[in-house]
């Protein structure tokens, strides 16, 4: 079976909805057709010169990358810089190029669930919970069609909140309505005036879900005119941002704790402040570069916050409050490469896709 690269996007869109990205993030596809055929995929965190040699080696006509391979807008593409010799090169030999990075993130699913995995840590919430997921939509159904119209809204996604699906708020009452000489009434005739019993459907649903929700109301609504509402409401769905919040199965020192962290995630070194003392159980993390954090994490009472590019004058933040632990920001990242990878095995069994063996990480330790 022919799969494009519009499926694989698509999926990983459904792992992590493009709506989840920070503002400043360039996501998606960077290089490339929607509807290329693909062959083999490589899946890189950043897309050096190497990694685009590798992808040619093995013949992989989609590169998957976490970093943006370009990040700001660029004015001319001459190849000044290695971002902008691999854009010219995978041009030039049909390479599609698409970029899943804040929004792997933010989802639950996503780059945290792989650590705390790692970490057998039980995940409350997000440390960072993003606003403006939710939105909630009214519409207005005559009785005969309002299981019809409730359960199309509820399949295409609608009334999920957190453990409980199918939620709805459902009432009674009597909608109105006069066509003019051109409308084709589903109930009455036109140029009539005309009250019908119908049903108020209240659901609410992740907001990029907007066009299969609104997609699902319009095939399965009677009316010529179909009556809805759309909100975005302020409620904070707690599982979709940046970072977490999560609970070690025991409590350790803070020393069997740095023990625990190196050898579970595989660290040459870790950069830490000042040991307080205290029992660690209570983790902060973010992934990549966190420093804004802190504060986030000791308001929220973490015992520790793990992260990555800390300055000097971050690690004086601890206050003796708490411990805080820069891993390095591609140790805090590497793991996404299986968890795509592993991602997307399942769900395209025919297509051969693989990690990039490049060691990407900038930075070297001499120890
Ligand atoms: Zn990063």
Known sequence: MEVLVRDIAEELENLAPREY??????????????????KKILITLDLTEDVFSESIHKNCNLIISFHPVLFKSIKSLTGNTFSERVVISALKN?????????????????????????LQLNREKSLFPKNGTIKKLTTYVPISYSDKVRNSLFNAGAGKISNYSR???NFDGFGSFMGNEKSKPFFGKKEHFHMEKETCINVVFSSHKLNLIKEALFKSHPYEEVPYEIYNIENINPYIGIGIIGFLIEEMNEYDFLLYLRNRMNLLCIRHSILIGKKIKKIAMIAGSGSFGIEKAIKEKAHVFIS????????????????????G???SEKFNKNLLKSFLDKKFTHIPVYESEIHTNPVKYFY
């Not at 390479?95 to 790692?118: C, M």
């Open 329 to 331: 920001h591609y140790e």
């Open 94 to 118: 049909d390479i599609s190029i698409y970029v899943i990075h804040t929004n792997l993130d933010a989802s639950w699913q996503g780059t945290h669930s792989y650590i705390s995995k790692l």
């Open 167 to 169: 939620c709805s708020y």
């Open 21 to 38: 990205a920070e503002s400043y993030d360039n996501i998606g596809l960077i290089v490339g057709s929607y509807f290329q055929k693909v």
């Open 308 to 327: 990555s590019d800390f300055k000097y004058h971050d690690f004086f933040k601890s206050e003796k409050k708490i411990l805080i632990v820069d891993i």
